[in-house]
C-alpha cells in the first residue's frame, strides 16, 4: 500500500490542507462525539480512490503541552530538534513531533536514574520486567510518571530523547472523488475516557474535533487497491460497517450513483441508539428512495434488553445474502477490527452452511474461495 505516485504530496510531504466542515453525526444524548469532517484539497492535486484512507498528522493538546512544561519547570522556549533533527521550541516539539500520551520505557529509565525512589524502573524495563511494564503503562501518559517523580528535572533536550515520535492516524476516505473533486470527507469517532483519575483523549481524534479549525491539517492519501469497488459495475456489493466503518461504504454509493453502477448494493450498518447514533441517516434514506441503495439492515444494539448487531441481521436474512453472493457479490467489512470483524466473519460461515445446505468444511472452503477471488474485502483497524 503506498501513495498515489502522480501526486506531490505523500507521508514524508504532506499537503497543508484546510478543515472546510465540521459537524456532529451523533445527536444529543449520544455516547459518543462522531464527526463529519471536510477537508479542502484545491490547489493540491491529490487524487484519491474509493476504499482509500488519509493519512493525517495531528498536534497535541495545547493545554497538556503547557501543563507538562510546568511539571518540568521549562518554559517551551528552550531549542531542541524535532523528529527530522531540525531546530525548533521545546513548546513546539511537544505540540508537533512527539507522543505525550504513551510513554515509552526511556522515560522509566532516566527517570529511575534521575530519582533514587523511582528505582522500581530499573526492573520494569529489563525484558524480564515486560508483564509489569505493561500493567503500569496501562492508562498512564507521560504526565502521570513526571507527576509521580516531581524530584526527577529533565533538561529540554533530555526529555525529547526519551519520548517516541508521535505518528501520523488513518481515516477511511468518506466521499468519492467523482462527486467531491475537490475535498474529501472523513467520519471520526473522538476517543475520550477517564483513567487514574484523570480526562483523557486520543490525540488525532480530538485535534480533528477540537483544534484543526484554526490551522492547517497535514494530509496525505494512503492507498488501498485491496479495498476498490468492483470493476464491473453489474456486479452487486455487500456492506458490513458498524459504528465509524460506515465510513468507506459511504464513498462506495456516492461512486456507484456517480458511475451509474447497476448492481445492487446492501450496507448492514449497526451502532447504539437509532434516536442518536445512526449515522448518515438522511443521506441512506435518500440512496434508498432513489434506488441506489436496495437493501438497508439496521442493528441498533442498546434498543433493547439484548444486543443486536449487524452478524444478528446477516444470519436473520441468510438466503437472500447468500443469493447475493451466489449472484457474483462482492462482500465488503469495515471498523472495529478487534471483535466485530472476528464475528461477522464466523457470521459469513454460519449463513454460507445455513442457507447453501453446506457443512462446516463446505463454507470454509466456499469463503476461502470469496477471499482467493478477491470478493471478500476487509478493512478492519
Ligand atoms: C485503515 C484505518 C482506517 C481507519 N478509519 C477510521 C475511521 O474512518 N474513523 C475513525 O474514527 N477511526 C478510524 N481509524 C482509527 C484511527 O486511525 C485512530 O486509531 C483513532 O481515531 C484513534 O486515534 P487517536 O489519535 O484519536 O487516539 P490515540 O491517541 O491513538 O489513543 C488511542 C489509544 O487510547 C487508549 N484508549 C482508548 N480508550 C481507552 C480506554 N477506555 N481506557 C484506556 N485506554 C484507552 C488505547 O491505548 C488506544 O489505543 C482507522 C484506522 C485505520 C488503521
Ligand atoms: N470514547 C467513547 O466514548 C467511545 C465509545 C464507543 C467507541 N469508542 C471507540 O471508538 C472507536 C470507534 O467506535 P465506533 O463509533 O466506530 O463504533 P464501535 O464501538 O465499533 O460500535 C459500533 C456498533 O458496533 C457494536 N458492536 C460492539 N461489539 C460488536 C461485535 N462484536 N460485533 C458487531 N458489532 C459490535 C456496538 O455495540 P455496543 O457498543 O452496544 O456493544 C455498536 O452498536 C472504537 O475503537 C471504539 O473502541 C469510544
Avoid at 467523482?178 to 480526562?199: F, I, M, T, W
Avoid at 441517516?281 to 442493528?299: C, F, I, K, M, N
Avoid at 449472484?327 to 464466523?346: E, H, I, P, Q
Amino acid at each position: 500500500m503506498s501513495a498515489d505516485p502522480t501526486s506531490l504530496y505523500s507521508r514524508k510531504n504532506p499537503f497543508s490542507a484546510k478543515l472546510a466542515a465540521n459537524r456532529k453525526l451523533t445527536g444529543s444524548g449520544s455516547a459518543k462525539d462522531t464527526r463529519h469532517f471536510e477537508i479542502d484539497l484545491s490547489g493540491s492535486g491529490m487524487n484519491y480512490e474509493v476504499g482509500d484512507s488519509l493519512g493525517v498528522f495531528p498536534k497535541n493538546n495545547s493545554a497538556l503541552v503547557q501543563e507538562l512544561l510546568g511539571v518540568l519547570g521549562l518554559s517551551g522556549e528552550e531549542m531542541v530538534v524535532d523528529t527530522n533533527g531540525q531546530p525548533v521550541s521545546l513548546r513546539e516539539a511537544l505540540t508537533r513531533f512527539y507522543v505525550l500520551t504513551e510513554m515509552d520505557k526511556k522515560l522509566l529509565a532516566a527517570i529511575a536514574e534521575k530519582e533514587p525512589a523511582a528505582a522500581k524502573f530499573t526492573a520494569m524495563v529489563a525484558p524480564e520486567g515486560k508483564a509489569d511494564l505493561e500493567a503500569y503503562f496501562y492508562g498512564r501518559e507521560v504526565i502521570d510518571v513526571l507527576l509521580e517523580y516531581p524530584a526527577a528535572k529533565f533538561t529540554a533536550e533530555e526529555f525529547v530523547k526519551v519520548l517516541r515520535k508521535l505518528q501520523p492516524r488513518l481515516y477511511s476516505i468518506a466521499s468519492s472523488q467523482k462527486a467531491n473533486p475537490d475535498s474529501v470527507h472523513l467520519a471520526v469517532a473522538a476517543v475520550r475516557y477517564e483513567s487514574q483519575g484523570r480526562k483523557r483523549e486520543g490525540v488525532c481524534s480530538t485535534f480533528l474535533t477540537d483544534r484543526a479549525e484554526t490551522g492547517p491539517v497535514p494530509i496525505f492519501v494512503h492507498s488501498a487497491k485491496h479495498f476498490r469497488v468492483p470493476e464491473d459495475l453489474s456486479t452487486p456489493v455487500i456492506m458490513v460497517g458498524p459504528g465509524t466503518g460506515i465510513a468507506p461504504f459511504r464513498a462506495f454509493l456516492q461512486e456507484r450513483k456517480m458511475t451509474g453502477a447497476t448492481g445492487k448494493n446492501w450496507l448492514f450498518f449497526g451502532d447504539q441508539k437509532a434516536a442518536t447514533d445512526f449515522l448518515y441517516r438522511d443521506e441512506l434514506e435518500a440512496y434508498q428512495a432513489e434506488g441506489v441503495l436496495h437493501e438497508l439492515s439496521l442493528a441498533f444494539s442498546r434498543d433493547q434488553a439484548e444486543k443486536i448487531y449487524v452478524q444478528h441481521r446477516m444470519i436473520e436474512q441468510a438466503a437472500e445474502l447468500y443469493a447475493w453472493l451466489e449472484a457474483g457479490a462482492y462482500f465488503y467489512v469495515c471498523g472495529d477490527a478487534s471483535r466485530m470483524a472476528k464475528d461477522v466473519d464466523t457470521a459469513l460461515h454460519q449463513v454460507v452452511e445455513k442457507a447453501g445446505g453446506k457443512s462446516p468444511e463446505e463454507a470454509t472452503a466456499y469463503v476461502e474461495e470469496l477471499k482467493k477471488s478477491k470478493r471478500y474485502r476487509k478493512d478492519v483497524y
